[in-house]
Nanobody, 124 residues
């Protein structure tokens, strides 16, 4: 059985930084790309970032490019989202997700397992 566990959310002032973490068990971690998505109140699920199985390829939403960094540690079955220069518009529930292949994608429908979600709130 696949299990995902998220950590690292919270409240931060605008301009601040947070690091989200996600760990997983029950699958061969290095076989899959990983991703991060978010959902703000009243909005749909939004792609944030994805990373390939090796970590060599990454992709970001335009809204976070240059501010957020996705990374992974295959030895720890973990991936991360380092968020900097946070803006109140980044306030959302953030979800980590396991892809269905080694190549990342921006489409949430192509992710097979999801974390429980964690709140990130950016205050003015």
């Amino acid at each position: 059985q696949v299990h995902l566990a998220q950590s690292g959310g919270g409240l931060v002032q605008a301009g601040g930084s947070l690091r989200l973490s996600c760990t997983t068990s029950g699958l061969t971690f290095s076989d899959y790309a990983m991703g991060w998505f978010r959902q703000a109140p009243g909005k749909g699920r939004e792609f944030v970032a994805t990373i390939s199985w090796s970590g060599e390829q990454t992709s970001y939403a335009d809204s976070v490019e240059g501010r957020f960094t996705i990374s992974r540690d295959n030895a720890k079955n973990a991936w991360y989202l380092q968020m900097a220069s946070l803006d109140p518009e980044d306030t959302a529930v953030y979800y980590c997700a396991v892809g269905s292949s080694r190549v990342g994608t921006t489409s949430w429908t192509l992710y097979q397992f999801w974390g429980q979600g964690i709140q990130v709130t950016v205050s003015t």
